[in-house]
């Protein structure tokens, strides 16, 4: 057994000796000249409990291990760096300023480079004549030195080497021990450096992953979206999201996930969910988005494939219009009701054919019905047919009240603690019902204004108003709005409000900002009073120091 | 002679824009600009002051401004509202005001 190890990773004599310098090969080692009792020990350094280990504990305790062995003075380990030029000290005992210091020595040059050059065993007997590089070594009063390098599959990782304060003459067994134990512990720091390879490309994938998806969802008045993303436990996938406002009042709301894993799946879902955004915010209705996806991702070099869903949202109708590129059913949660999927007839996967046709379904939301778009990640289970997995997913929304409410639903009962096995997303858009007493709090910034519109519209319309009115006290409330946004003056974000109450026919709306009332600057500002004024039967403004408010009443018509 | 379609909303987030990709399009050789609104569903008095604005620009250079509003529609009552109906020459077709602008002796828009 001995044997077997100790002669598939031989390595060839080096050449070119110099004074003071024995090489030694272990090739040359015949395994009947080690003794047993250090062969055991040896072989302890590739127990299970190492395997396991960062790299840096590895290393401290093989070091330990070694130096008891060997019985010296000093042990180090110094590997290679990421190029490939340079060996780094990185772990050492009796030598802890090498790692310190942070000494590192170019590859054929100094002691250890010089090991590492040959890839073979350099014995030093005296190192005051020999050729030393490091201070450190001379400092410490170290007399002798023994190094092998560390080697796997033909790959060097770095040099082991031993040093006594007495002079000693270590013998070909020693070497044979030293490289034997160099042997034994080369793959494992492998492992370990893989491990950690591995790691921060997992750790750069979700950075990469969360920096593509969108950092923040749109606040949606009437309409609140939630969402949630978990990476996979051991490799980042492709699974995205996307909430987005349309032109004339609808909302976009996207998933998808791209075949495979690692930095390459997720940087294509990037690609993917900006050009989806891209289509849907130039008003292409789903099928249309996902046909131009699908080209798109067969223009893309060494192309991957995906599945997505896209669904248009029009509050006013309150009609949702999807399309499916090989992805899983839309769910829809009621309050107070039972959980269902809706029917789709889902095209090929994103990429799959050179031209793909998608058929677009239509459904209705109703007051407070809660949209839900997920990954299959949610609903694959593992040894469970995708039935199974549906069902559970329509138990675990069912009778939730909101956005919110049913994601956090969802990740209680199918979102493995630990991470689950393939990349999950889902989120979540709630046709939220619209209240009697309407009370809204906006960022004060103009992009605000479609939602405000689109809000009093729905309110004014539950309150029975006729489509004229709707219109024109939108118009005067619009104005109003306006003018607290332009108002608005914070050095931070700065917020207006809007309240609404309908009593009898009668019509109240407040509108209320953190600014100073101005008066009307030039022609447009006029005209917005005089809009607010004509149209509403009663318009006060109230403007206090703190703020001001712009109180409008108008009675409906019988 | 220009026509711009235009649809959708118009207020003070998008109303900026709006003036500055018209006004583009009208170079000095035009003999006027027809601001189709008819698929437009709702205009603020900062839309409005776009078109006072568009008129004002044209005027001096002595292009005309015609506005398409279906009578009756919700753009309509708005610009009743202000009096800019009788501002600036209203028609409820494009090809009427296509027409009307380019038989000339009309009065300036």
């Known amino acids: ?558 | 002679m220009i026509v711009a379609n235009l649809d959708g909303e118009i207020d003070m987030s998008n109303a900026r824009r709006l003036a500055t990709s018209i006004a583009d399009e009208v170079t000095n050789d035009v003999l006027g600009l027809v601001v189709d609104l008819t698929e437009v569903r709702y205009i603020d008095s900062a839309g409005i002051q776009v078109i006072y604005d568009l008129h004002e620009r044209l005027n001096k250079r002595g292009q005309r401004l015609r506005l398409v509003v279906p009578p009756d529609s919700v753009i309509a009552r708005t610009l009743d509202l202000v009096n800019a109906s009788r501002a600036i020459g209203i028609v409820d077709a494009t090809e009427t005001a296509v027409a009307a602008m380019a038989s000339p002796g009309e009065e300036p828009g």
């Open chain 1, 1 to 558: 057994m001995v044997k077997g190890e100790g002669n598939r990773t031989a390595q060839p004599v080096g050449s070119g000796l110099g004074e003071g310098q024995v090489f030694l090969g272990t090739g040359s080692v015949a395994p009947d000249t080690t003794r047993p009792e250090q062969v055991s020990r040896i072989y302890r350094l590739n127990d299970p409990a190492l395997s396991e280990m960062e790299l840096e504990p590895l290393l401290n305790e093989l070091l330990g291990r070694i130096k008891e062995i060997l019985s010296v003075d000093t042990v180090a380990i110094l590997l290679l760096d990421d190029k490939g030029e340079e060996l780094v000290a990185r772990a050492a005992r009796g030598l802890e300023e090498e790692v310190e210091r942070g000494f590192h020595i170019p590859i054929g040059s100094g002691y250890a480079g010089r090991i590492a050059a040959e890839r073979a065993p350099i014995f030093i007997a005296d190192v005051d004549h020999a050729d030393v590089v490091n201070p450190i070594l001379r400092q410490k009063g170290i007399r002798s030195l023994l190094g092998v390098p560390l080697i796997v599959e033909a790959d060097l990782l770095g040099v082991l080497h031993v040093g006594t304060l007495k002079p000693r003459t270590f013998t070909n067994e020693d070497a044979a021990v030293l490289q034997l134990a160099a042997n034994r512990v080369a793959p494992a720091i492998e492992r370990s450096r893989l491990f950690q390879a591995l790691a921060r490309e997992h750790r750069a994938g979700v950075m990469l992953q969360r920096s593509l998806l969108p950092d923040r969802l749109p606040e949606l008045v009437g309409l609140p979206v939630a969402a949630r993303y978990f990476p996979a436990r051991d490799e980042v996938g492709g699974d995205w999201y996307d909430v987005m406002e349309l032109p004339r009042g609808k909302i976009g709301v996207a998933i998808g996930d791209v075949v495979g894993h690692g930095i390459g799946a997720a940087a294509l879902m990037g690609q993917l969910r900006t050009a989806l955004r891209a289509y849907a915010l130039d008003g292409y209705e789903p099928a249309e988005v996902l046909e131009r996806l699908n080209r798109l991702v067969q223009s893309i070099r060494g192309r991957g494939m995906a599945t997505a869903a896209y669904a248009t949202f029009d509050k006013e109708k309150g009609t949702l219009r999807f399309a499916s590129a090989g992805h899983p059913p839309p769910a829809v949660a009621r309050p107070g009701g039972e959980a269902r999927l809706l029917e789709t007839s889902p095209g090929a996967p994103l990429g799959a054919l050179s031209y793909s046709k998608y058929v677009e379904q239509e459904a209705t939301l109703e007051d407070g019905d809660i949209l839900i778009l997920y990954t299959d990640g949610l609903v694959e289970l593992r040894e469970q047919s995708l039935d199974v997995g549906l069902a559970r997913l329509l138990e675990a929304v069912s009778g939730a009240s909101s956005s919110d409410h049913a994601c956090r639903q969802i990740v209680r009962d199918l979102v493995p603690p630990e991470g689950g096995r393939d990349d999950i997303a889902f989120v979540a858009l709630q046709n939220a019902p619209v209240p009697a007493e309407l009370l809204l709090r906006l960022p004060a910034d103009p992009g605000v204004l479609t939602q405000v519109r689109e809000t009093l519209r729905r309110w004014l319309r539950a309150r029975g108003a006729p489509a004229r009115e709707i219109e024109m006290i939108t118009l005067a409330c619009g104005e109003a709005c306006s003018n607290a946004i332009e108002h608005a003056y914070s050095p931070g974000a700065a917020f207006f409000e809007v309240e609404g109450s309908a009593d009898d026919g009668l019509v109240t709306v407040a509108v209320r900002d953190t600014g100073h009332w101005r008066a009307p600057r030039g022609e447009n500002r006029g005209r917005g009073l005089t809009i607010m004024e004509s149209v509403m039967d009663v318009v006060e403004i109230d403007s206090k120091p703190l703020g001001t408010e712009v109180l409008m009443r108008r009675r409906l018509p019988a």
